[in-house]
Nanobody, 122 residues
Framework: QVQLVESGGGLVQPGGSLRLSCAAS????????MSWYRQAPGKERELVAAITTAGGMTKYADSVKGRFTISRNNVFNTVALQMNSLKPEDTAVYYC???????????????WGQGTQVTVSS
């Protein structure tokens, strides 16, 4: 079964940093592009960042460009999201999922993880 387990969230002050991690299992991780999404209360889930199978290409939402960095480790089947210069607007539950590159606004697997809560507040 596909399992996606997000971790690393927490409460941080504006301007602070967090590093999120997603541990994947149940599929051949290295053959799938991966993405991070976030969903704030009352808002739709949105794509934050995506990375190709070998990590050679990345893309980011305009709202996080220059602040967030997505990376992956195909040995440990993990994808990370380094978040710097955090803003209150970044507050959301963050999820990871596999994606088709040209359709990365939608997660590939229906079995979303529980996500990890990021709260940016002073």
């Amino acid at each position: 079964q596909v399992q996606l387990v997000e971790s690393g969230g927490g409460l941080v002050q504006p301007g602070g940093s967090l590093r999120l991690s997603c541990a994947a299992s149940g599929f051949t991780f290295s053959t799938f592009d991966m993405s991070w999404y976030r969903q704030a209360p009352g808002k739709e889930r949105e794509l934050v960042a995506a990375i190709t199978t070998a990590g050679g290409m990345t893309k980011y939402a305009d709202s996080v460009k220059g602040r967030f960095t997505i990376s992956r480790n195909n040995v440990f089947n993990t994808v990370a999201l380094q978040m710097n210069s955090l803003k209150p607007e970044d507050t959301a539950v963050y999820y990871c999922n596999a994606v088709l590159w040209r359709l990365s606004d939608k997660g590939l697997f229906d079995s979303w993880g529980q996500g990890t809560q990021v709260t940016v507040s002073s």
